[in-house]
């Protein structure tokens, strides 16, 4: 597939770096006592031959809610940004910034009620667990609240994109520019990447309207047409304005096919296709289109099931 390359220095005006932190209580802890048993009943004759866990706070729904939580924020944060490292930063384009400032500040408040929430009712739930873990139950191996309450956390950290010249080191100059040259490399290896995941985007969002707005005909020759969802148009929508922000290489590719969407939804609604198989095959064939002219850009080759 081939990949828009884009100067170094103009994604880092574009673009900066953002790390989210979200730290919960787990709740769960290692049985030793519970897996010795286990491993003597199955006759094994090492020790390590199973490990269990337990939840010290099982069916809880305060605590079940705190990490449902931080999975929807994971969520929002992988879809507000883009990949740069294998893990950690992500990069989050300027343009994007305000979006996710708000939308980090609104969900930590939320996040903290949660928290707030469980530690409230942390004595009963201890006292709820013993009656739901019956023999399993230790209440030695429950913490304190004053413990648990220091084990959550939630924090965005922000830094800007770093380039080659900030490689000021008291280094022989040979060394130094083997150093620029392999950053500048790595560099544009993670530009790469970042449009292609922006790419990736748009091709299942392109595949999956595809999917859902073709009419087939059955044995007896009428049409079976599959269910149309309002989330579908919206996602659609939604990412032809994240898009904007996200094409922080510039690829101007990108910007086309991104805009040939938004022209093929506009003043389309879910209910036009639940109403007119006309308004399934015009959007269809408007989708395949971009499909099939950004083909190499899209690589559904590598992405067909």
């Avoid at 099982?58 to 883009?82: G, M, S």
């Amino acid at each position: 597939m081939n990949t828009h390359e884009a100067p170094i220095a103009g994604v880092a005006r574009a673009a900066m770096l953002t790390s989210l932190s979200i730290n919960t209580y787990s709740g769960r802890k290692k049985d030793t006592r519970t897996q010795a048993e286990v491993t003597a009943a199955k006759g094994a004759h090492s020790k390590r031959a199973a490990s269990v866990y337990k939840s010290l706070f099982a069916d809880c729904v305060e605590l079940e809610d705190i990490t449902k939580f931080q999975a929807r924020v994971r969520a929002i944060h992988y879809n507000l940004t883009l990949p740069w490292s294998d893990s950690g930063p992500r990069l989050l384009p300027t343009k994007a910034l305000q979006e996710y400032q708000d939308q980090m500040t609104k969900l930590e408040a939320e996040f903290w009620v949660l928290v707030r929430r469980f530690l409230d009712r942390f004595d009963l739930l201890v006292a709820a667990a013993a009656f739901q873990l019956g023999a399993l139950f230790n209440r030695a191996e429950y913490p304190t609240r004053e413990s648990v309450e220091q084990q959550f956390g939630f924090s965005v950290a922000f830094s800007p994109l770093p380039l080659s010249g900030d490689f000021r080191l008291d280094i022989e100059s040979e060394v130094q520019a083997d150093l620029i040259k392999h950053y500048n490399k790595q560099t544009q290896l993670q530009l790469e990447q970042v449009n292609s995941e922006a790419w990736t985007r748009l091709h299942k969002v392109l595949s999956h309207m595809s999917d859902r707005l073709t009419v087939t005909m059955d044995e007896e020759g009428k049409p079976v047409r599959k269910k149309i969802y309002d989330s579908m148009v919206e996602n659609a929508q939604e990412l032809c304005g994240l898009l904007t922000a996200l094409n922080v290489t510039g690829d101007p590719k990108l910007e086309q096919a991104r805009a040939e969407l938004e022209g093929a939804l506009s003043g389309v609604i879910a209910k036009d296709f639940r109403d007119s198989d006309g308004a399934r095959t015009m959007v269809k064939s408007k989708v395949d289109k971009i499909m099939s002219d950004y083909n190499e850009w899209l690589g559904t080759e590598k992405f067909d099931d």
